[in-house]
């Protein structure tokens, strides 16, 4: 092994002293056993003192005001997001949630009758509630590309159907929100970079837990959230605009006067860069937490720390395999942090509540999420457990473990 590789083998190992570390950061973790990172994760202190040290400071000085102020940290927002990603700060759009920024980057395409979109079978619902508008609205064809016998997109199925004669866009879900899945994103780039056609990226499950990087997806356009594997507050996220798309002159169709300029009565010109799909007015707080979110996460380093996170899910899972009544629900040839499991006789929802009622954080998903969503195996419901790299082994084998009482009890 030479030098360099045993530094960065040093730098990838995490010491009992780190996760100690982490968790004294992290105020929540004497609270709770929090296994709900996939819903919103525990955030590190720094992120909550920064959203409340800018709110304290708007009933101090006025909100406009404080926003003046904080202007240099608000620009140091962009590079810290732009360092998350391996990008440029003006590839960078703050926007309020992940759904938003989806929305965003699809008003950003003129659809006509007969236009298609290509999909998948494991996007989050939201988005396919959106492609379905397109579809009603606009007479989008929405085209859903085959599974892979272990779960996930095809992409064979994906090269078919953008060879559509007007196939205008496809847009993936990177990993869904409820079956541990890591779909084939880098693979489907690829095809849609051959093929000339625009491609979306949900990646807000990713971020935090995997290294994210848009120029090896090749995509137009990803969006995230704030508050799940990146440890931010609720009700911000982002969206990353290639330069691609704003070379062509992409831009929402609700575009605000953060967006554009106003000028003259019939004209106006766009922002340069990705903040053309931002609105003018911000939650600077939020904004200041996110920033803070994203610094925490590349000194905590995303790399070591998702492989750390998918280690406690795969623990979690082998565990889980072996509680009767239990069954693993989740699917895929590569597995991330989210783990789902049918309870058999449980609801999932009250598998939660019982965990909640101990200091177990979990959370439910179910086929109400859409029936393209449902847990891997077809089940009703399953309860999710999400670890991160500051929860422990003893964590999840308390949850295991209080699982396997509940499927005990019937
Ligand atoms: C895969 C995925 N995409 C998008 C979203 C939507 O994120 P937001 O609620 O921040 O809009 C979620 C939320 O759970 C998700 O899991």
Not at 44 to 51: G, N, S, Y
Not at 298 to 313: D, F, K, Q
Not at 356 to 379: D, E, F, M, Q
Request: with cysteine; net charge negative.
């Amino acid at each position: 092994m030479v030098a360099a590789e045993i530094v960065k083998t040093l730098e990838d190992l995490i010491t009992d002293e780190q996760i100690a570390r982490w968790r004294r950061d992290t105020p929540g973790c004497a609270q709770r056993m929090h296994l709900n990172n996939a819903g919103a994760s525990l955030p590190p202190r720094a992120v909550t003192e920064a959203a409340v040290g800018h709110l304290q400071r708007e009933a101090e000085i006025g909100g406009y005001e404080a926003a003046d102020e904080a202007a240099p940290r608000v620009a140091a927002v962009y590079e810290h997001l732009a360092r998350l990603l391996a990008c440029a700060p003006r590839n960078v759009a703050v926007v309020e949630n992940a759904t938003v920024a989806v929305s965003q980057a699809l008003s950003a395409f003129d659809f006509a009758p007969g236009d298609a979109l290509v999909t998948t079978r494991s996007d989050y619902t939201s988005n396919q509630l959106m492609y379905l508008a397109l579809a009603r609205r606009r007479g989008v064809e929405v085209l859903r590309a085959e599974e892979l016998p272990a779960g996930g997109v095809d992409p064979g199925s994906v090269r078919q159907l953008v060879r559509h004669p007007r196939c205008r866009l496809v847009s993936l879900t990177w990993i869904p929100t409820n079956s541990g899945l890591v779909q084939r994103a880098e693979e489907v780039g690829e095809i849609c970079e051959e093929a000339g056609v625009p491609y979306v990226v949900d990646a807000c499950q990713a971020v935090g837990q995997m290294p994210v990087n848009p120029a090896r997806l090749r995509c137009d356009y990803l969006a995230v959230t704030a508050r799940k594997f990146l440890r931010g507050p609720r009700g911000i996220g982002f969206l990353y605009v290639s330069d691609r798309a704003v070379e062509r002159g992409d831009h929402p169709l609700g575009i605000d006067m953060g967006g554009a300029l106003l000028s003259g009565p019939d004209c106006f010109e766009l922002v340069d860069g990705a903040r053309r799909f931002e609105n003018w007015e911000f939650a600077y707080a939020l904004v200041l937490a996110l920033g803070e979110a994203a610094r925490y996460a590349v000194e905590a380093g995303v790399e070591r720390c998702g492989r750390r996170a998918a280690e406690l899910a795969a623990h979690a899972r082998e565990r889980l395999a072996a509680v009767p009544g239990a069954r693993v629900a989740d699917r895929g040839e590569r597995l991330c942090a989210i783990v789902t499991a049918e309870i058999a006789g449980w609801p999932a929802a009250h598998v939660v509540q019982r965990l909640r009622g101990i200091g177990i954080n979990t959370s439910a998903t179910t086929v109400g999420y859409g029936p393209l969503n449902a847990p891997g195996t077809g089940a009703p419901t399953a309860v999710r457990l999400s670890p991160h790299y500051y929860n422990t082994r003893d964590e999840v084998e308390t949850a295991v473990a209080a699982i396997a009482e509940l499927a005990r009890e019937r």
